[in-house]
């Protein structure tokens, strides 16, 4: 059933890059034509083509990381956050994508996630801090589904390349307005031609030039919001049918919509690519021709009112009641092979933050962990925050005075030098253990709370432990080396 949704999608790319195209082929060679009347129509037509083609190959080789970065995205490891790669790795098997998607986190307390990749076998799944702060796992679940789903539909390759024809349309005609408007005599030029025998009918073609300069891009645009509305919509069917737990994803678009934090390093370009249109905030559930998402109340309510099943004949029947017409949007071979996939229970999960404020704080401390901050527990319970600079051996604990000492990377090899390190942080003193017996036996460190901290492994190599982190042992990026991670506080 998959490879019908699939062929849909094909079929409607083929239509959005038909016209797409045209606009571009017929605004390239009228602005041809309205600077060089004789011979500059085809020169225009294949100067526009040549656009688009170079952008395209750059799209193609390195779009994603162009965008990644445009973003304020980061690739991180398991150990940072480890419900992140656990949950990607579930959806990635359920989803049979060929490849573990690449995890990137976003250094932004606004709570939002997005895919990218040109195929399956090379693809990305970013979430921002804030998203992860404030959704328990179900909810994350849904989330990462969606944007699995959006790989799996090939929704991520349709929006790479349409959003490069779209830019080619633009900057032709940007180009060419801005030329028209501030180039040197461009205005003498045409009132001269004006009395030459091109003079009416290259009139005409500079008004044509001109209209489809300003309307070009505005046509190119609707026409690439209204089939960017449609996935959305099947991407939380495919999203469902992954995760078969509606609500999960409900919940997660209801807590994405009512944050009011702004995401400041989205654009236009790299809005339609998030689960919810991060330009307008609260305001994001509301739609029109130029929105790039449909509403959220909408694709809540179609996400609620799936109480019979998980499959993609629920969701249309769920689609269909909220638009109170027979709307199809799931291909209607790929309904009469529905499989009727249950509702699962909800799994009980603490890890969410009680309120706002928690929220962001858990937020802004994710985005310090990976911006290399240390995180060490004071005695009294205390979490002192350290930058990544910070080189002293020692600082005195804000609240209770007391003296804690700094790991830091040439205390931890002299540390190593001597046997084990333990007691780091939490106003202990550094103290070697005794010498293991072979190169493997493994570090300990124990764990003072359940929020962020910091331990340095033997080869000085900074280690961040994350408030999801709930393995026994965590091992160095560097030189591999194990570290049993102790937690009394589960005991």
């Known amino acids: 059933m998959m490879w019908e949704i699939i062929a849909a999608n094909k079929r409607k790319s083929i239509i959005l890059f038909s016209g797409m195209a ?5 605004l390239g ?19 526009a083509l040549g656009i688009w083609a170079f952008l395209s190959i750059v799209s193609y080789f390195s779009g994603d990381k162009i965008l990644l970065t445009v973003s304020g995205a980061r690739k991180v490891t398991h ?11 579930e959806m990635k098997i359920a989803a049979n994508l060929p490849a573990m998607p690449d995890v990137y986190i976003i250094d932004e307390p606004a709570p939002n996630a997005f895919a990218i990749g040109i195929k399956p076998e090379k693809c990305a799944v970013a979430v921002t801090a804030g998203l992860l702060s404030r959704l328990n796992r179900d909810e994350l679940q849904g989330v990462i589904a969606h944007e699995i789903s959006h790989i799996l539909n090939r929704d991520v390759q349709f929006m790479t390349f349409a959003g490069i024809m779209l830019g080619s349309i633009v900057l032709v005609s940007e180009i060419f307005l801005r030329w028209m408007w501030f180039a040197p005599g461009a205005g003498r030029r045409y009132r001269s031609r004006s009395s030459s025998k091109f003079g009416g009918d290259h009139w005409m073609i500079v008004v044509g030039a001109i209209a489809l300069a300003i309307l070009g891009p505005i046509f190119a645009r609707l026409l690439y919001f209204a089939i960017s509305r449609k996935r959305e919509y099947l991407a939380d069917a495919s999203a469902v049918r992954l995760t078969r737990y509606p609500e999960g994803l409900a919940s997660a678009l209801e807590k994405i919509a009512l944050s009011d934090v702004q995401l400041q390093t989205a654009n236009k370009v790299t809005a339609p690519m998030y689960i919810v249109n991060p330009l307008t905030g609260k305001k994001a559930g509301l739609t029109g021709l130029t929105s790039t998402h449909p509403p959220i109340h909408e694709r809540i309510m179609i996400l609620r009112t799936m109480t019979r099943g998980a499959d993609y004949l629920d969701y249309q029947r769920a689609f269909s009641k909220m638009k109170g017409k027979p709307t199809m949007i799931i291909p209607t071979s790929g309904l009469k092979q529905s499989k009727g996939i249950q509702i699962r229970e909800g799994s009980i999960d603490k890890t969410a933050p009680a309120d706002e404020k928690d929220a962001v704080r858990k937020a802004f401390d994710l985005m310090r962990a990976m911006n290399g901050y240390a995180f060490l527990v004071c005695a009294c319970g205390l979490k002192i925050k350290l930058p990544p600079d910070f080189d002293k ?3 005195l604990c804000p609240r209770c005075g007391r003296t804690n000492h700094v790991p830091t990377a040439e205390l931890a090899a002299v540390g190593a030098a001597a046997g084990v390190l333990t007691g780091v942080g939490g106003g202990e003193t550094l103290e070697p253990a005794p010498a293991p017996r072979n ?13 962020w901290e910091t331990y340095f492994c033997s080869c000085g190599k900074r280690m961040q432990i994350s408030p999801a982190f709930c393995a026994t042992h965590m091992s160095c990026t560097t030189c591999g080396r194990i570290t049993k991670i102790i937690d009394h506080t589960t005991q």
Not at 29 to 47: K, T, W
Request: glycine share 12%; hydrophobic share 45%.
């Open 22 to 26: 045209l606009c571009l082929v017929l």
């Open 439 to 451: 190169d493997e036996a493994p570090l300990e460190y124990v764990r003072k709370g359940k929020g």
């Open 393 to 395: 051996p020692e600082l």
């Open 79 to 89: 150990d940072l956050h480890p419900q992140l790669f656990n949950v990607v790795e």
């Open 29 to 47: 060679y009228f602005i041809g034509a309205a600077i060089e009347p004789e011979h500059g129509g085809i020169s225009g037509l294949f100067l």
